[in-house]
């Protein structure tokens, strides 16, 4: 059982280009969560999905989209990348359902746009 | 949004209880207190989910008083493997993602 997959691990990207990082979920949880991390900070919400075909915005999507054509996958894509989206990217997944908090996280994309 | 605050870091030693309070004056009704733990090049992994009282699990309490404005999560004997930055949120994301925020976290070294 794999829980959350992220790809790629690390990527360094120029400025301007398009940019789809990938995640995947076996745990057929309803809602995914996209969030970034800077050096020495918190974790923020940039976009999330309840549930297949629904999406959301959370604290900072600007510049960010996302798709959720079915339940396993939540590919964010940077339609084109900026010095200051160079973070660590967070990809989560839980089963979704008023008062349970408990996230699945994957193991992280590491993105340097110069 | 409640917003929370908690310690930018503590110490501690190995076998000793370490307590970590977090302050959210303006919890909601719905809301409930999450722990979670994150180690270097990780993801956060989550520890304990409280509404009120006490909330015991395999690796942590989380103690709630009546009025809900505070929470502290308490782990006991610490080892050197609990050092990490442990975050708290107060909100419900199966009621509303986009209000749930990490915050800073606490970063709790453990020494020998």
């Known amino acids: 059982i794999a829980g959350i997959t992220q790809a790629p691990t690390s990527q360094i990207l120029a400025a301007g280009r398009r940019m789809t990082l990938r995640c995947t979920q076996d745990?057929?949880?309803?809602?995914m969560y996209w969030y970034r991390q800077d050096l020495g900070l918190g974790l923020r919400l940039i976009h999330y999905?309840?549930?297949?075909?629904?999406?959301g915005k959370g604290e900072v999507p600007d510049g960010y989209s996302v798709s959720r054509a079915n339940t396993d996958d939540f590919p964010l894509t940077l339609a084109s990348a900026v010095p200051s989206q160079t973070s660590v990217y967070f990809c989560?997944?839980?089963?979704?359902?008023?008062?349970?908090?408990?996230?699945?996280f994957g193991p992280g994309t590491r993105l340097t746009v110069l | 949004l409640a917003k929370t605050t908690q310690p930018i870091s503590m110490d501690s030693y190995e076998g000793q209880e370490v307590n970590i309070t977090c302050s959210h004056n303006?919890?909601?009704?719905?809301?409930?207190i999450t722990w979670y733990q994150q180690f270097p090049s990780q993801g956060p992994r989550f520890i304990i989910q409280?509404?009120?009282t006490k909330v015991t699990n395999e690796v942590a309490s989380l103690f709630i008083p009546a009025d809900r404005k505070s929470s502290t999560l308490s782990l006991p004997r610490v080892s050197l493997s609990d050092t990490a930055v442990y975050y708290c949120?107060?909100?419900?994301?199966?009621?509303?993602?986009?209000?749930?925020?990490f915050g800073s976290g606490t970063r709790l070294s453990i020494r020998p």
């Open positions: 745990m057929r949880h309803n809602a």
């Open positions: 989560a997944s839980s089963a979704h359902r008023t008062g349970y908090n408990e996230q699945f």
């Open positions: 999905s309840n549930t297949a075909g629904t999406t």
């Open positions: 409280g509404y009120k």
């Open positions: 303006n919890i909601a009704t719905n809301d409930y």
């Open positions: 949120l107060v909100g419900d994301i199966g009621s509303s993602a986009s209000k749930i925020i």
